[in-house]
């Protein structure tokens, strides 16, 4: 598959997942048309090696894993999210202004820049949570036109705009939705609609805002991608792709995609949740594994943090680091900080620099400069809830460059031609504790 054929099929993927539910909802399928097997948390797991296997939590996270036939030694984990700064819709949404307008209250999600949302085309995905004759259920919903738009005030009403503004997020970013008419509560009959259920039978919802312009390559070459939520559902669809890709060896591969990044990770489906513990202690002793052995395999394991990584900006190359400046299409980046807000540390990095030579994938490395903070987002995204990993608790950030504007920015060759053979790499290396260090081989 060339570079095209894969930034075809990336683009698709970041289109047809419009938030967290979407996007868990899609690798799931693609998960099933792979033959992977399905299990609930509150059912007992029968496993066996050979295959491959897959669990949800709060429908917004995943992880799937694959067994090797025969022992295992440990775990070799991608972890990634599928959440992306956004709006969310509140509850009771409408406003009705001047008996004219109806527009909708909602709230901001995640760290992110306003002013892209203004003058677009939006519309509205997520969940409803509706009462059944079963009980509760869910069903995803989206709208799949253009219902929404966040109007700008016009130049001759704000002279001073261009010389910087501060949004308010409860007056200049509520979406306006239709005109005033004689029906109450239009929005949630759409979305009823929409659903195939009655208003009455909604007991709750998650919804949110997305862009309707879909993602594109340009450049004189097509040598970059523009698109919404490439952060991080390009690191999301790289590991998937990876993951199903991977010759089994001797660990267990582990695709772990997680919610609530943008938020802090500290929900029950975030990194900082018991989700991941969870799912490999219930492996190992489906498996058949005792305590002790389980803690061997742990102390075998290996986790790269996916995520995005900023590239020099074209327009402010002095807001990069001054020696560790990485740029689109140069290779996928190792990030580091001295006070592990990016959680790689010289062996971690030295893991990854040897398995990225081993696949012939070029790599940079990023650092913030030193008056700069990292993201907290980025920081409370690294606390995944994994017992110690001996000394590798903290992994090696694998990386794509992206310049984070919105539509968001990145290169397309190293994530089309590397990526894939990077992580079936990855999956393939073998590293062993020694008494006075790691060596992969």
Not at 158 to 166: C, H, I, P, S
Request: charged fraction near 25%.
């Amino acid at each position: 598959m060339n570079y095209q054929e894969v930034n075809k099929e990336l683009l698709q993927f970041l289109d047809h997942s419009p938030n967290a539910f979407y996007a868990v909802a899609n690798m799931q399928k693609e998960l099933e048309d792979a033959g992977f097997t399905r299990l609930y948390e509150g059912c007992p797991w029968t496993l066996s090696g050979g295959h491959g296997y897959y669990v949800t939590r709060n429908d917004s996270a995943i992880i799937a894993f694959r067994i090797p036939e025969g022992a295992y030694k440990g775990f070799q984990i991608m972890a990634s999210h599928c959440d992306s700064p956004v709006f969310k819709i509140k509850t009771n949404a409408e406003i009705v202004v001047d008996n004219s307008y109806v527009k909708l209250n909602v709230e901001k999600y995640g760290g992110m820049l306003c002013a892209p949302w203004l003058d677009r085309p939006l519309s509205v995905a997520g969940r409803v949570i509706v009462q059944t004759e079963e009980g509760i259920a869910t069903k995803l919903v989206n709208v799949d036109r253009d219902l929404l738009i966040i109007p700008n005030v016009a130049i001759h009403m704000n002279r001073q705009v261009n010389d910087g503004y501060a949004f308010n997020a409860q007056v200049d970013m509520l979406p306006l939705f239709c005109e005033q008419g004689e029906e109450k509560n239009q929005f949630m009959q759409l979305i009823a609609d929409e659903a195939g259920v009655q208003v009455e039978d909604i007991l709750d919802t998650d919804l949110f805002l997305y862009d309707r312009m879909k993602g594109t390559t340009l450049g004189l070459h097509g040598e970059f991608i523009a698109s919404g939520r490439l952060d991080d559902l390009h690191g999301s669809f790289a590991s998937l792709k990876g993951f199903l890709a991977a010759e089994l060896k001797q660990s267990i591969a582990v695709h772990c995609v997680y919610d609530n990044e943008e938020v802090g990770s500290g929900t029950k489906q975030g990194a900082a949740s018991t989700f991941l513990k969870d799912t490999l202690q219930r492996i190992s002793r489906a498996m058949g594994r005792s305590e002790e052995q389980y803690l061997m395999s742990i102390a075998s394991s290996f986790m790269v943090s996916a995520d995005n990584a900023h590239a020099v900006h074209p327009n402010h190359a002095e807001k990069a680091d001054p020696t560790n400046r990485p740029y689109m299409n140069r290779g996928i980046v190792i990030k580091y900080s001295a006070n592990q807000k990016y959680t790689t540390d010289g062996v971690s990095g030295a893991v990854m620099r040897a398995i990225c030579k081993k696949a012939e994938v070029p790599y940079q490395t990023f650092t913030n400069r030193s008056e700069s903070a990292s993201r907290a987002a980025e920081v409370r995204h690294r606390r995944c809830s994994l017992p110690p990993l001996r000394g590798r608790e903290l992994p090696a950030d694998l990386l794509i460059t992206n310049v984070l504007t919105s539509p968001e920015t990145a290169g397309v060759y190293i994530r089309a031609l590397k990526i894939k053979r990077n992580l079936n790499s990855f999956r393939k290396t073998k590293i062993k504790e020694y008494k006075y260090g790691f060596k992969t081989h």
